[in-house]
């Protein structure tokens, strides 16, 4: 065994030690409940099946959800059956499969690292060669980074959270897209459309890395193509790329045609999305963006694990290593570079907000980069000793200080993510990530409170996956807008009201997601005579309310 591979597992061992440690905590997001844990567990529970809007596919009197959100598919709904099937319904059960899909993707990061610097470094045409590309130091030291960013290894962690099977499903399209332009294998272009069908069904988002691949592939292949060195293409080739495309989406075309859904989304948002971002502040959207992908190299985003660990050497380094990587040798590192930048580009546009946990599908291409930035210092494998550069000493600094700035980074993150463990070990995970959302569960599920009227968003899904089912709360707050209930609220509100055995699910004022609807619930009440009362509160460790029962008397 090379010392490439033992470095290689050392990595991996790492990375799992990192992300299997306490996998309860944080607590179980809303999202990783609504878009995975919660069909997973109506279907091996014989509960009824809550697919969204009602849509997908009817057997033997049961309907099997085909997306989870208008722009996510189901993928990971039925990849955490197996999971829960073996372990049973819990957190760190449906966290197992989150955890394998970082793993895998840092070792595809590694292949399509490895490929792309093989096939750089050597005339960088077709060459008709089917033998896998050797480990490279790059893909070694993209591994390694990746393996201790607490961005990366939080982010795994709950992946359903960021739908980290787009990062799974993009890393192998990279993979095999350089693979068919090295070797001409059909077979890698084949599956390099498969993926990306399957990355744009896991979440529609993942366009922004595929579609300028999709541009750049095309661009170089026809460059290669002028030279008379571009790898072969039949029309049957390109039939069954096609095909293998369309495979993946067919669910979401399905249920689009069904529904609009996506389309409407989209539509909808073309100047401003569902949270009020203006999606025509093209300037404005971008300067965010490109923060948040300082952020993400920092990694003190993650303030709900319950502190903030900023490496703010790693933005620095990152961007020192690429520029010299990109002055040294531009044929390796500008179109991965110019890759990201596509993507960016195309990040400013929302059908939601700009949230940073969006940027979980670009953190690992952007240390990628980084790596291959630092292993095209090296010199060429197929160097001989007359033209390598071991004795000159100004040819060697940049790559001592590109070594230098790698550890340090790497001993920093290292550092932030067992500080961020002990940090969770602490407060449990903060606001819709506290581990209250468990005491919650248990309480409606042990006081037979099976049907509570939930007026915020946040507390639904969580609950029944928690308690298993046996609690299934009614939401009524309406999704209409964020901002403010509708007309028809009060009304809604007043009919539940006139049982006096319901009890009512709330967030504390400062945790309150939707708003306004505790003021209606509130007035209401008054309205028709009766005294809202609090009855129970769940709080996050360090005391501060989160969740709030109330129930109404005469």
Request: glycine letters at 8%.
């Amino acid at each position: 065994m090379n010392m490439h591979r033992i470095g290689l597992l050392l990595a991996l061992a790492i990375f799992l030690a990192l992300a299997f440690h306490q996998p309860g905590l944080p607590g179980l997001h809303y999202d990783e409940a609504r878009e995975a844990g919660l069909n997973a567990m109506e279907i091996l529970t014989g509960a009824p099946i809550t697919a969204f809007r009602g849509v997908g596919v009817t057997l033997g009197g049961r309907t099997f959800p085909l997306m989870v959100q208008d722009y996510i598919g189901a993928l990971n709904v039925y990849l955490a059956l197996p999971f829960l099937a073996v372990s049973g319904v819990g957190v760190p059960n449906l966290r197992i499969l989150s955890v394998l899909c970082g793993l895998l993707v840092l070792l595809l990061v590694e292949r399509s690292v490895s490929e792309w610097v093989a096939w750089r470094r050597s005339d960088s045409g077709f060459a008709g060669k089917t033998v896998a590309a050797p480990m490279s130091t790059a893909g070694l030291v993209a591994v390694a980074l990746l393996a201790v960013s607490p961005s990366f290894v939080f982010w795994s962690r709950q992946g359903v959270f960021v739908t980290n099977l787009t990062q799974v499903f993009v890393f192998l399209c990279l993979w095999q897209v350089v693979r068919w332009l090295r070797s001409g294998q059909p077979g890698a272009l084949i599956i390099t459309a498969l993926a990306a069908g399957a990355a744009l069904y896991a979440k529609l988002l993942a366009i922004w890395v595929i579609a300028p691949l999709a541009l750049l592939t095309l661009w170089g292949w026809a460059l290669l193509r002028r030279q008379g060195n571009a790898p072969p293409v039949t029309p049957y080739i390109l039939l069954a790329a096609a095909a293998a495309f369309a495979a993946p989406l067919l669910p979401f075309f399905w249920f689009n045609l069904q529904t609009g859904g996506a389309f409407a989304s989209i539509g909808g948002s073309l100047e401003q999305s569902y949270y009020g971002v203006d999606n025509l502040a093209i300037g404005a959207n971008l300067l965010t963006r490109l923060g948040q992908l300082v952020q993400v190299l920092r990694g003190d985003h993650l303030w709900y694990l319950g502190a903030s660990f900023a490496n703010v050497l790693a933005p620095w380094v990152a961007s020192i290593v690429v520029a010299i990587g990109a002055v040294r040798a531009p044929r390796i590192v500008l179109p991965p570079l110019t890759l990201l930048g596509g993507a960016v580009l195309l990040s400013i546009f929302t059908v939601s907000d700009l949230f940073i946990t969006h940027y979980a599908l670009l953190q690992p291409l952007v240390l990628a980069i980084t790596a291959i930035a630092a292993g095209a210092l090296l010199p060429a494998p197929t160097a001989t000793p007359a033209t390598r550069v071991y004795g000159d000493s100004k040819a060697w600094a940049p790559l001592l200080l590109v070594a230098a700035l790698l550890v340090a980074a790497f001993t920093i993150d290292l550092s932030n993510s067992l500080a961020y463990h002990r940090a969770l070990a602490q407060s449990g995970g903060l606001a819709d990530h506290s581990d209250a959302s468990y005491h919650l569960a248990y309480y409606l599920r042990y006081n037979g409170m099976g049907a509570p009227i939930a007026l915020d968003w946040g507390i639904d899904a969580t609950v029944r996956y928690l308690s298993e089912g046996a609690v299934t709360p009614i939401e009524i707050f309406g999704y209409a807008s964020p901002l403010a209930p509708d007309e028809a609220f009060a009304a809604q509100v007043a009919s539940f009201l006139a049982n006096p055995d319901n009890v009512y699910l709330l967030h504390s004022e400062q945790a309150t997601v939707f708003k306004g609807r505790a003021e209606v619930f509130h007035s209401t009440a008054a309205a028709l005579g009766l005294t809202p009362r609090l009855e129970q509160t769940f709080a996050q460790r360090d005391g501060v309310p989160l969740y709030e029962i109330w129930k109404v008397y005469p």
